[in-house]
């Protein structure tokens, strides 16, 4: 293991606001781009790319992802940025437009290289002290959990904050989150996301070229891809599909190598096949990505509102199991009034830990 390198492992921050027929009115999304723009300067990171659809605009990131809808705003970043920062100016701006914040989740995993965190992000604890301060009192619901697993350097950090309104908005009742973490990435794979030394292209350009040696774009074929490629190495990528969004990240560098895959799925896609089978189309999009990377280890987080999550966690380890993935720890936390999480960890077969409970553990 490296004594020091780039962070993979992200920091997701994602709040929810309220209003005036916010929808109508675009509500965040009429946030001119120089608004944005300061608040990713508190993060310390920049758009490198964007692109938007009817529902929502996806921006890549120079560390990682940005989704802005009328109600919702999602950051995600790597590397050492100051994630957290963004809370008070997002809060600011939002209040400008009307719209008013109902809710909050911090989310991420175990950071490989901790010490290089700068405030707020040195520890869990200050994480949390960090955000009670920041956000309103009238957000009265909280809880923080960190969420251990049987896989050395995967373990799961939730910061949760709701108000007192109806469950309609965090997120959805029918939707759910899926974020997955890779580490130990296959290495033929990880050379696929490093460029070759004065190659004379763009970010754009040498971005879309992974997206097809990696066969990245067939992991949703619906979906149109943002796709971006960093000078050495390095792959970051949004899919939009409706109103629905995926986005992958990767540091292939041996030692250190991560990867990461988040998207947003329905219970309704969850129907088994008449034969019983387990063929619908987010169970193979979510083998399909990892099936790209090939990692030694693997975790799986799923946030829902509903207890759909609790049913999830058989199939996405039937999802693992063809692709030489064993369960190795599953265990759920509830969050009040925002829903539950079920955090799953998974290693290749050759890595022989202990076996995969039927629930929490």
């Not at 580490?183 to 070229?209: I, M, N, S, V, Y």
């Not at 034969?275 to 999009?285: E, K, L, S």
Request: charged share 20%; aromatic share 10%; net charge negative.
């Amino acid at each position: 293991m490296a004594v020091s390198g780039f962070e993979g492992f992200e920091k997701r921050l994602e709040l929810h606001f309220s209003g005036d027929d916010p929808v109508f009115n675009m509500g965040l999304r009429q946030l001119p781009f120089d608004s944005l723009e300061q608040i990713l300067h508190e993060v310390q990171c920049s758009v490198v790319s964007a692109v938007g659809n009817h529902y929502f605009d996806a921006y890549v990131l120079s560390e990682s992802s940005l989704f802005v809808y009328p109600t919702k705003i999602i950051i995600k970043t790597c590397g050492t940025t100051q994630l957290l920062k963004s809370i008070p100016p997002l809060l600011h701006h939002a209040l400008n437009l009307g719209l008013t914040i109902s809710s909050c989740r911090y989310t991420r995993g175990n950071f490989i290289f901790p010490l290089s965190q700068p405030f707020p992000h040195t520890s869990f604890h200050e994480e949390v002290v960090y955000l009670e301060d920041s956000l309103p009192n009238h957000l009265c619901y909280r809880k923080a959990s960190v969420m251990p697993s049987n896989v050395t350097a995967h373990v799961w950090h939730v910061f949760s904050a709701c108000d007192q309104t109806p469950l309609v908005h965090f997120p959805p009742s029918d939707l759910y989150t899926v974020e997955i973490c890779m580490t130990e990435l296959d290495r033929t794979q990880a050379r696929k996301f490093f460029r070759r030394p004065g190659d004379g292209k763009t970010g754009d350009a040498a971005g879309k070229e992974m997206t097809e040696i990696a066969g990245i774009h067939k992991i949703n074929p619906n979906a149109l891809i943002c796709d971006f490629a960093f000078d050495p190495c390095g792959y970051s990528m949004n899919g939009i599909d409706g109103d629905r969004y995926s986005t992958i990240h990767v540091t292939p560098e041996d030692g250190y190598s991560y990867a990461s895959f988040e998207c947003v799925g329905s219970i309704y896609d969850d129907e088994d096949d008449e034969d019983g089978g387990d063929g619908d189309d987010f169970i193979r999009m979510l083998r399909r990505a990892v099936q790209v990377f090939r990692p030694g280890k693997v975790s799986v987080s799923v946030t829902t509102a509903t207890t759909a999550s609790h049913r999830l966690w058989a199939r996405i380890a039937g999802a693992m199991e063809p692709l030489g993935l064993k369960c190795r720890s599953c265990m759920a936390d509830e969050f009040p009034a925002a829903g539950s999480v079920v955090f799953q960890t998974f290693t290749a077969r050759r890595k022989k830990t202990g076996e995969c409970g039927g629930g929490g553990r």
